[in-house]
């Protein structure tokens, strides 16, 4: 998989970093909460606030090691659904740096920067 450059979101006056790189996104969850968007299979946007830090994580959903290792796949606890969830990396989007998610996108504009 190629790796994507970072994009810059233009909205309005203010500006917000947007990464659409799978990597940063994956060492983030081990972090901490982020909120990230990709694709559903039917192809409309989903938009996610995500974690793999136990600190969010329920002590009885830790992973036990057992499952299927699956690399194509981003697992992620859903902070909002209170569950496991999956995605294709192909169908990732992009996340919100940390320290911006409380941007208001409501206004934006599609207009995106390399």
Not at 77 to 83: A, F
Not at 86 to 112: L, M, V
């Amino acid at each position: 998989m190629r790796k994507k450059k970072d994009v810059t979101m233009m909205c309005d006056a203010s500006t917000v970093v947007v990464s659409n790189n799978i990597e940063a996104l994956i060492e983030h969850l081990k972090k901490g909460a982020v909120h990230m968007f990709y694709r559903k299979k039917d192809g409309t946007l989903r938009e996610a606030y995500g974690t793999l830090s136990d600190i969010f994580i329920p002590h009885r959903y830790w992973p036990a090691g057992k499952g299927e290792e699956r690399p194509y796949l981003v697992n992620y606890w859903d902070l909002q659904k209170g569950g496991w969830r999956a995605f294709q990396k192909t169908r990732f989007e992009y996340f919100i740096e940390p320290g911006q998610e409380d941007f208001d996108f409501e206004d934006c504009s599609d207009n995106y920067y390399d």
